[in-house]
Every structure is written in structure tokens, then in C-alpha cells.
């Protein structure tokens, strides 16, 4: 397992001697598997990114994704749209599975008790 920090809206580009001492963030995939929790509604509501966006990008970089959907009426979601109108009329669950089901089949979908977060286990599907 490798945790990476990055801001994944500006991720790691190629960097050292002609750009090729160090890869890219996708030039390093795609890896067999993603664990993204309790991150999508910071790359949708904060910074912008389309759910379907949201997919692709993790399409491309894994073959297995473990998905955390964190819907509006978290409390988490709700200090994020707190000082800003909210214009994401799709950011609901049903939203965030159809972005998702072009590019992932879903293996299973958990609740997590006591929240209404749920957790997703995807396969990408072949491009």
C-alpha cells in the first residue's frame, strides 16, 4: 500500500532531467486498486469536479476502486456548501452512480452505519 498526498485537482506532472526521472500521477498507473474515502464531495463541491469527471479520472488510474459517496446531508458536506450556493443539482447518490456506471461495475454498496455515507466497491470496466 502506498499513500500518496497530493492535491488530485493539480496532481504530480513529470518532473526531473527531461521530464522523465519521475512519471506523472497517471503515467504511474493504473494501479490495482483505489481506496477514495471521504474525498469526492472535496473534488465536487469545493473544487468544481464533475462526478462523471470524478469517474474518468479514476478509470484511468485503477482497476479496483473502493468509493466513499458522501451525500449532502453529512455534516461534512453541509460546512463545505455553508459559504457557497449550492449548483450541483446532480451531487446525490443516484447522480454520483450514474456518473460512475459508464466506466465501473459495481460489486457492492455498504452503508456505513450511523452516517449517510455509503461505501462502493467498483471493477472498471474495459475501455
Known amino acids: 500500500m502506498l499513500p500518496l498526498v497530493m492535491d488530485l485537482t493539480n496532481p ?7 521530464n522523465r526521472e519521475r512519471m506523472s500521477l497517471l503515467e504511474r498507473g493504473p494501479v490495482d486498486m483505489v481506496l477514495a474515502l471521504a474525498l469526492i464531495h472535496h473534488l465536487a463541491i ?3 469536479v464533475p462526478l462523471h469527471h470524478l469517474a474518468a ?4 488510474i485503477c ?3 473502493v468509493i466513499e459517496f458522501v451525500p449532502k ?3 461534512q458536506v453541509q460546512v463545505l456548501l455553508a459559504s457557497r450556493k449550492d449548483i450541483f443539482p ?12 459508464p466506466y465501473f461495475k459495481v460489486h457492492a454498496s455498504v452503508p456505513v452505519r450511523d452516517t449517510p455515507r455509503v461505501m462502493y466497491l467498483m471493477e472498471r470496466i474495459k475501455k
Open 12 to 18: 504530480s506532472p513529470s518532473i526531473g532531467w527531461n
Open 46 to 48: 469545493a473544487n468544481n
Open 57 to 60: 479520472f479514476f478509470q484511468e
Open 63 to 65: 482497476r479496483w476502486l
Open 73 to 75: 446531508e453529512d455534516s
Open 90 to 101: 446532480d451531487y446525490n447518490q443516484q447522480g454520483f452512480e450514474t456518473a460512475f456506471a
